[in-house]
């Protein structure tokens, strides 16, 4: 048990440490790193590979840490992506370790998951929308979760269930892990 906590905390440190990184790639271009979500990638990673509770700690704690260390994303949106991160690790890991062990688990705990998430951004949008003294309309929240996210849904639709797979044949965590974590 003592090894499966460590090998879950130095997965979910990866996943963190990545979360603080991947933005690096598209920050250059504010408009492509909204649109692809790189730091949802490592999160919802996480919910496949170290379990649910310790997703929900970096979704968590990424945005902030982030905003703290480079001033990015501004406080506002850093904190509604905390609980949109932390509701994709959550959905993410625990569906996935609920449904059967077929690959297209992995789909639905995904799509799940992204769902999830997004509602519960745009929840947060709207009650914060009086700190930051901008109207978080219908139209925005459409427009931010779903119709300027389409290129990083697809990313992650296609990349992340690959990622799993992959690294599910080659070891690197086991069903057994799964079911214990």
Do not use: D
Request: with cysteine.
């Amino acid at each position: 048990m003592k090894r499966l906590n460590v090998k879950n905390l130095v997965t979910a440190a990866v996943c963190l440490a990545l979360c603080l990184v991947l933005p690096f790639l598209t920050g250059q271009i504010p408009q492509i790193g909204g649109a692809l979500s790189p730091m949802h990638i490592p999160v919802l990673l996480g919910g496949f590979l170290c379990g649910p509770w310790w997703a929900v700690a970096v979704g968590l704690s990424a945005p902030l840490l982030r905003h703290i260390l480079f001033h990015m994303p501004p406080l506002i949106t850093a904190v509604a992506m905390c609980f949109e991160l932390g509701t994709y690790g959550l959905v993410s890991g625990l569906l996935y370790r609920r449904l059967p062990g077929r690959n297209s688990s992995i789909y639905v705990s995904l799509i799940a998951a992204m769902i999830a998430g997004r509602v519960v951004w745009g929840a947060m949008r709207v009650a914060l929308s009086g700190a930051s003294g901008e109207p978080f309309t219908w139209a925005a929240f459409m427009a931010g979760a779903f119709f300027n996210a389409i290129p990083g849904i697809i990313v992650h639709i296609a990349l992340i269930p690959a990622l799993v797979i992959v690294l599910k044949r080659a070891g690197v965590f086991h069903e057994e892990r799964l079911a214990a974590a």
